[in-house]
């Protein structure tokens, strides 16, 4: 089966003009170009199936592509037909379309892959855009007849009752009737009432009384809810300092006008929290969007977003995509999370291309954090967002008051110093929470042969494996590969096998051992995998005594009023990492984990563990703050030439053989333009050079604006597929790069 012909450039198409229309597809392929195809029989090429999607053959597969253009040819004998449309009108088109096309220019990506990346898995499959109109039941003609005959006081009499005068909404019968569904089965049975299609009706928007913002949220407020075109915000407040607020009194603005507001948040976990916020009020349903849900499900809120039905969409990164075809405001919570990057595929940044997508629509997005990212301080700072600072916790909630613990030459059981226990203990005792914070989840890092040293290593990667499950099991967690622990050491033979290091299953197995009559619950990874867990937990504590024990999921954005004393665990390793944002990252976790304590009535502690009382971060950030430390890291950013002050992209390969990763590097370094603007670093290993059985090597570019750099790209990328040492390699260009690792 011959291949689908390739698009001809302007330059190649021989006089007299080309007269075959043609469709140019995108198809979800890593070629870095559009597909020339025939309509499908008995239809024609015409400009308005653009974003229409078509079933189209490619080799031996079928595949669904994105008509991106009608183009012309010679003739059409080489031209392989279209096989079936699939959209009657298009499903992309105007600024969602246009943002996409810019995405992939700005990434360097294929079309076909971006479009991917932004449709939900069912429209990706081809299947039709789903139904969004709202299901009511009513009663039969048989059921209208015999509705009075039904035994009196019994759940099917009272739900015909309630059907008696026409349809009724099934959301409206969860608030009207418990358990309604096992009656409504029971009188289909005997075909009494149907299930009914309904016609969807915006629902009234009843926002419930805010409380009165202090000065601080009154001025922000009203600056974003008097812009009338694009105009970014950065909502700088402390932790506890009301954003959440702002956002909803923004938002209570946009509703009004009738538009629609796009929440973003970094964390599945936040979303149950956020959405019932939102929720009570502006008692109107609140739509989610993230991976939590299942295919069909976040379909379903993408057409009812794209039919303009969906008037508040909560969502993690890829909501971003969401169609906004009455938008009036998006907002990102958490703007410095490094959960809005996607590390694999298309590497965008929902956050940037948040921004994007507000200038495309012509309406306000609000940058919300705590510990802005220093690319939107500088930005800020520059004049090109409107800074709004809240500087006080609101209501009447303090501060908490920051303690160093000098754990030099202290005894530590399991990672915690006697001072800790006593300090967590007097805070139980008084019926407040504690949280225990250590950024590494797991038993152990490390399991360590005592008599020879010997650890036990990832076979694919180079990295140890982490002990779980108090040492019975080994995980990677780079990989994923598990084994069970070794009984004997494999070297030496020896039982003297010890997990080295602290993670949060063996803080939690101290702490039940220590305070046996108080609820431990440990919130990472491994305990909040299925939908809705993160929640469940937190509720199963509620507001009594009690210590969580967690990772930096609970250093986002949660809202715990018991919560009085933060003891955070192991700091040490993130003040001396070889990563160039190590600094920031730590800070904005610090800071943000610290603002867990004490956000009610009651004042907060937070205590920093470290062997190094005296470097010059924590002394910064806690003489200082945050706004302190990020003003000497600009500085030092500026200095060495590090962004936001310059322009990266780092191209990565991976091969089974070192060589070929390297030789592929070295070719792409060849097709750079020699413009002593660009800097080029390597051909040289991945900090981790190998992971899941591949030699890792990168190519960093760097140069001071973004025009030499994408200009480069425009140039290089388009070659490298044709490389002779990319076949041999797996390959990714990611610009923007949050992650050198």
């Known amino acids: 089966m011959s291949s689908p012909v390739l698009p001809r450039s302007a330059s190649a198409r021989p006089d007299p003009t080309p007269s075959f229309p043609t469709l140019r597809v995108a198809l979800p392929v890593p070629l870095p170009q559009l597909f020339d195809y025939a309509p499908p029989p008995g239809t024609a ?92 039941w009513q009663l039969t ?273 399991d990672g915690l110093s006697p001072d800790v226990l006593d300090g967590i203990a007097q805070h139980v005792q008084a019926g407040h929470q504690v949280l225990v914070f250590k950024n590494r989840r797991g038993y152990a890092p490390v399991l360590l042969c005592h008599d020879c040293g010997w650890t036990a290593p990832c076979q694919r990667c180079d990295a140890p494996m982490t002990v779980h499950a108090g040492g019975r099991r080994l995980q990677c967690h780079h990989c994923g590969a598990r084994q069970a622990a070794p009984l004997a050491c494999p070297d030496c033979g020896s039982l003297a096998l010890q997990p080295q290091g602290i993670g949060t299953e063996r803080l939690e197995e101290h702490l039940v051992e220590a305070f046996p009559e108080v609820p431990v619950i440990r919130i990472d990874r491994g305990t909040t995998g299925k939908r809705d867990a993160l929640e469940t937990q937190l509720a199963t504590l509620g507001d009594q005594a009690g210590i969580l024990v967690g990772t930096q999921i609970l250093a986002k954005g949660h809202d715990l009023p018991k919560l009085t004393l933060v003891v955070v665990v192991g700091i040490d390793e993130g003040l001396f990492s070889a990563d160039f944002r190590a600094s920031e990252k730590l800070a904005q976790q610090l800071i943000q984990v610290a603002g867990r304590a004490g956000r009610a009535e009651h004042p907060g502690e937070v205590w920093l563990q470290t062997h190094h009382p005296g470097h010059p971060l924590l002394d910064t950030l806690v003489n200082g703050g945050y706004h302190a430390f990020a003003a000497a890291e600009l500085q030092q950013r500026e200095a060495a030439g590090f962004p936001p002050f310059a322009h990266l992209a780092l191209l990565r390969a991976e091969a089974q053989q070192v060589e070929h990763a390297n030789a592929m590097l070295m070719a792409v370094r060849a097709l750079v333009p020699d413009d002593a603007v660009i800097e080029r670093y390597g051909p040289m290993p991945a900090p981790m050079p190998r992971r899941a059985g591949y030699q890792r090597v990168q190519l960093l570019l760097s140069a001071p604006a973004r025009g030499p750099l994408h200009r480069a790209l425009d140039q290089v990328t388009p070659q490298i597929s044709a490389l002779p040492q990319a076949r041999r390699v797996r390959w990714s260009l990611d610009v923007d790069p949050t992650d050198l690792y």
């Open 45 to 136: 090429a015409v400009p308005g199936q653009v974003g229409c999607r078509v079933r189209v053959p490619f080799g031996a597969r079928e595949l669904i592509g994105m008509v991106a253009a009608v183009g012309a040819v010679d003739s059409p004998d080489s031209l392989r037909e279209a096989q079936a449309w699939i959209d009657p009108q298009p499903l992309l088109g105007g600024e969602l379309w246009a943002s996409l096309q810019w995405l992939a220019r700005y990434t360097h990506a294929p079309l076909g892959e971006v479009v991917s990346t932004a449709l939900p898995a069912p429209l990706r499959r081809g299947d039709p855009v789903p139904d969004t109109h709202p299901w009511g």
């Open 141 to 413: 003609a048989e059921g209208t007849q015999q509705r009075e005959r039904l035994r009196a006081g019994t759940r099917p009499q009272r739900l015909a009752t309630w059907l008696a005068d026409g349809p009724v909404d099934e959301d409206r019968l969860d608030g009207l009737m418990d358990d309604w569904r096992s009656a409504a089965r029971s009188l289909a049975k005997r075909g009494l009432v149907e299930r009914v299609a309904l016609a969807h009706s915006a629902p009234a928007v009843s926002v419930r009384a805010a409380p009165a913002p202090n000065p601080e949220q009154a001025d922000a407020i009203a600056a974003i809810s008097a812009a009338t075109g694009f105009a970014p915000f950065l909502l700088d407040g402390v932790t506890g300092s009301g954003k959440t607020e702002v956002y909803l009194q923004a938002i209570a603005t946009c509703l009004a006008q009738g538009r629609q507001a796009l929440v973003l948040v970094p964390e599945i976990g936040l979303t149950p929290q956020t959405l019932s916020r939102f929720r009570t009020r502006f008692g109107i349903p609140v739509h989610a969007l993230h991976s939590g849900l299942n295919d069909n499900e976040r379909a379903r809120v993408w057409a009812a977003a794209t039919r303009g039905e969906a008037q508040i969409i909560v969502g993690t990164r890829s909501a971003v995509f969401t169609p906004l075809p009455n938008a009036g405001l998006i907002v990102v919570d958490e703007e410095h999370d490094g959960s809005y990057k996607q590390q694999d595929g298309i590497r965008y940044h929902a956050r940037d291309f948040a921004l994007v997508r507000a200038k495309a629509l012509d309406v306000p997005v609000v940058l919300g954090s705590a510990t802005p990212s220093l690319e939107s301080l500088h930005n800020a700072q520059a004049g090109r967002y409107m800074h709004l600072r809240l500087k006080q916790r609101a209501g009447e909630a303090r501060p908490p008051r920051v303690r160093v613990l000098d754990v030099r030459k202290r005894p530590l059981r």
